[in-house]
């Protein structure tokens, strides 16, 4: 009995520290559903106005586009060596998109929220986890980049021609190119990312005249800042995944695109892949910048509408086709990332408790 009970694997205890992160998602859940007073009756009442048949297949690809972008994310996570199934990822994903949408600051806190998860779950540091999220990042970014310059390439053969429009696409091209550039110089600057941890520790032990001691956060930060540059410099050693990442990333794109392209079929019209392509890509760009309110709500609603309309959509088709595709790429992913959610923090015990009670 002895041997068995050194054996026997540690047992997860069941504190409130076991239930803070489930009770955090169903708080952020039910606030976000109450301040921005969600019409679930008036969503569905939308979605019944498309063909059902074609609406279903945008639903499913935007799983699609998630499970393409889990697979390109991996990839990348795979050449660090860190831990993680294809599904455990796909749940980090969903995950990371529930905590985007609660959140205000779409453009990192999901991938915060993946990085905690691989360091909490002992997949890997947390200096290649921030190393492979960088990295896919940069990857998207560029991918940005050229769908938005393909869309404005084909945009003049659909008889479109709008100044006002060109000079924002080019002003959203220049900006994302010149920040996806500096990030990347940035990722491979190891003595300026510690001369920075080295300047804000000593800034804060001076503003605390001495009263806080972070010599113990000093030494984890350098350490993972050594761990992120490294993984960065094993991706420029060898850039197999990085082709293979980009590759999937471009899947992803394909699906997400689909999404636009297929609700506009269902509501019995098609449009020019130019104004698909450069209006996803306008709003990406965009929900990319942390701006400091949610983006989730509203913003995203009123820059797709309005980009409709400027390239000569009919208002009101512009406005359902709008609301019927973030019930997919919101409404959709809200719920699906917080059963992810749920599922994530309490799986352990409740397979615990199994156990428990077989014994």
């Known amino acids: 009995m002895f041997t068995l009970m050194l054996m026997e694997p540690p047992k997860p205890k069941f504190t409130w520290k076991t239930v803070l992160f489930p009770l955090i998602g169903l708080l952020g859940f039910f606030l976000y559903i109450y301040f921005f007073q969600v019409d679930i009756i008036g969503i569905i009442d939308t979605a ?3 063909n059902p048949l074609i609406f279903g297949v945008a639903l499913l690809c935007g799983l699609i586009e998630v499970l393409f972008y889990t697979i390109s994310w991996r990839t990348l996570t795979n050449h660090l060596n860190i831990k993680i199934s294809v599904k455990k990822a796909f749940l980090y994903v969903w995950y990371g998109l529930y905590v985007d949408i609660l959140l205000p600051a779409e453009s990192i ?3 915060v929220t993946r990085a905690y ?3 909490r779950d002992k997949c890997g540091t947390f200096g290649k986890a921030i190393a492979s999220l960088f990295t896919h990042r940069l990857l998207g970014m560029t991918l940005n980049v050229i769908v938005i310059v393909l869309g404005v390439v084909l945009l003049p053969f659909e008889g479109f021609s709008s100044l006002e429009m060109f000079n924002l696409i080019v002003l959203i091209v220049v900006a994302i190119a010149a920040l996806t550039i500096a990030m ?3 990722s491979f600057k190891k003595t300026w990312t510690l001369r920075v941890i080295d300047w804000v520790v000593n800034l804060a032990q001076r503003v605390s005249r001495g009263k806080w001691t972070l010599d113990n956060f000093k030494v984890k930060a350098m350490e993972s800042t050594t761990h992120f540059h490294d993984s960065m410099l094993l991706y420029k050693q060898n850039k197999k995944p990085l082709f293979l990442s980009f590759f999937y990333m ?3 794109w394909l699906f997400s695109l689909s999404i636009p392209y297929l609700v506009f079929l269902s509501l019995g019209h098609t449009v ?3 104004i698909i392509l450069v209006t996803a890509a306008i709003v990406l760009a965009v929900k990319s910048i942390p701006v400091g309110i949610p ?3 509203g913003l995203p609603e009123a820059t797709m509408t309005t980009l409709y309309i400027a390239m000569g959509i009919n208002p009101a088709l512009a406005a359902t086709a709008t609301i019927l595709t973030r019930i997919i790429t919101l409404w959709f992913r809200f719920f699906a990332g917080f059963v992810a959610q749920q599922y994530l923090e309490l799986k352990p015990y409740a ?4 156990g428990n009670g077989k014994n």
């Open 272 to 274: 020019s892949i130019s």
């Open 48 to 50: 019944k106005t498309a």
């Open 250 to 252: 471009c899947l992803t």
């Open 117 to 119: 998860l691989i360091t």
């Open 184 to 186: 990347t110089i940035l």
């Open 295 to 297: 983006f989730e709500i």
């Open 109 to 111: 806190s999901g991938e």
């Open 351 to 354: 397979v615990n408790s199994l």
